[in-house]
């Protein structure tokens, strides 16, 4: 007899991404559209900070949440751009957004409960609540005309006794949906009105096109001590391999989950967090270039996938994904599967971002301009 798994984790399945990317991986000249990242390096101005820090002694463990430093270079970055006052303590650097938002979960869901998650979304949430002896509940966004739109009856229908936590990402992988101000107020009074964790992911905040920074449920808070915000270094500095996020949470919140993640990973890697106190310094004029970057590569797929016939693209308001509906489309694992091996590029199938995203591809444009061009091309040719 095999040893058994415990459940929760071994019903997490295999990332679909990981598996495409995988196979990508092993096709020589595959262009890969599957992950949520650039195939631009982190800019050079935070490469030499880390390097300098390694060099003057930033080689030890420093406080579980981040250094002091750190933290007060979060705060600062987040009250000039949402005019909201946050202190040192109510800051958690993590590794990466991914493990705030692990920690926010683990810390407000077990078995018997669950989350109400806006989807599509990032499977981390769902599987996140499973890895916790939750159960993940969807509340599906629904279609109006070329965008997606936020349905707060779906969330309210799905919230019941055993709720502890609803959880939103805006602007949204893989929708290119954002959330409004008002939506948000919507958002917060329910969750009050429940006792809720709201658990916002904002790791897009800054990669929203029109608007250049998406609103911040911070905002609307109204010191509501329910709110989690995350977010990260990820996306906005194309720092997804240093593995840099925090949470934003009331301070006894941030202290459970810092005493956790102390046992897990302990702190997010010294040298990385004084890289991440020069990005935020120094990275505003980066950010700006790159919004505009993938701005004009939006442009570029709604023109290319737009001419196909069959597809329809809604709307990209913020971060850096396509989610063409395909029409007919009913396994898009094996779809994507299948445009590998003949377009010779890796694309996300729908159904990895759970109910509402089977029937949909997904396609990360935040690659250069050279890339998208031929990986565009690729995919026309196939799918015209
Ligand atoms: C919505 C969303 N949240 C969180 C993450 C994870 O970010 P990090 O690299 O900071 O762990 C991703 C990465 O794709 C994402 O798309």
């Known amino acids: 007899m095999p040893r058994a798994f415990r459940p929760e984790l071994a019903g997490v399945p295999e990332s679909p991404l990981v598996l495409i990317a995988t196979e990508a991986e092993a096709t020589p000249g595959a262009i890969k559209l599957c992950y949520g990242e650039s195939d631009m390096p982190t800019p050079e101005f935070i490469c030499r900070a880390a390097d300098e820090a390694a060099r003057a002694g930033h080689t030890f463990y420093t406080h579980t949440a981040g ?6 270079a979060i705060a600062a970055k987040v009250h000039a751009l ?38 599509p ?21 629904v279609r109006s005309g070329a965008r997606f739109a936020f349905d707060l009856d779906a969330v309210k229908g799905a919230i019941n006794a055993r709720t502890r936590m609803i959880v939103v990402n805006s602007p949204s992988n893989p929708t290119g949906w954002m959330i409004s101000r008002d939506e948000q107020r919507a958002l917060i009074e329910l969750a009050q009105e429940h006792d809720l964790v709201l658990l916002a992911d904002e790791v897009y905040e800054r990669l929203a096109y029109g608007t250049a920074l998406a609103p911040s449920f911070a905002t609307v808070a109204d010191g509501y ?20 996020g925090w949470a934003q949470a009331s301070e006894r919140t941030a202290r459970v989950m810092y005493a956790a993640a102390e046992f897990m990973t302990s702190n997010p890697n010294a040298m990385t967090q004084e890289a991440g106190i020069v ?11 790159l919004r505009a970057h993938y701005a004009a590569r939006r442009d570029q797929v709604r023109s290319a996938l737009g001419a196909i016939r069959g597809l329809t693209l809604p709307q990209v308001d913020g971060a850096f994904y396509a989610f063409p509906a395909v029409a007919g489309l009913t396994d898009s694992a094996t779809r994507a599967a299948e445009l590998l091996r003949t377009a010779n590029v890796a694309v996300a199938p729908g159904s990895a971002f ?28 196939v799918l015209s």
């Open 67 to 72: 250094t002091p430093a750190l933290r007060d």
């Open 354 to 381: 759970g109910p509402g995203g089977e029937g949909h591809l997904r396609l990360c444009f935040a690659a250069s301009e050279a890339t998208m061009t031929e990986a565009l091309a690729r995919l026309t040719a």
């Open 225 to 244: 001590d329910g709110l989690i915000v995350v977010n990260s270094f990820s996306k906005t500095f194309n720092m997804t391999g240093w593995r840099l």
């Open 279 to 289: 990005a935020l310094r120094d990275g505003d004029a980066y950010v700006a270039e």
């Open 82 to 119: 949402h005019g909201v006052e946050l202190r040192r303590s109510e800051i958690a650097c993590t590794i990466g957004a991914s493990m705030a938002i692990y920690l926010a979960i683990r810390s407000f869901v077990g078995a018997g409960d669950n989350a109400v998650i806006v989807s």
């Open 121 to 141: 979304a990032y499977a981390i949430y769902a599987n996140g609540v499973r890895m916790a002896g939750g159960e993940p509940r969807f509340a599906p966004l």
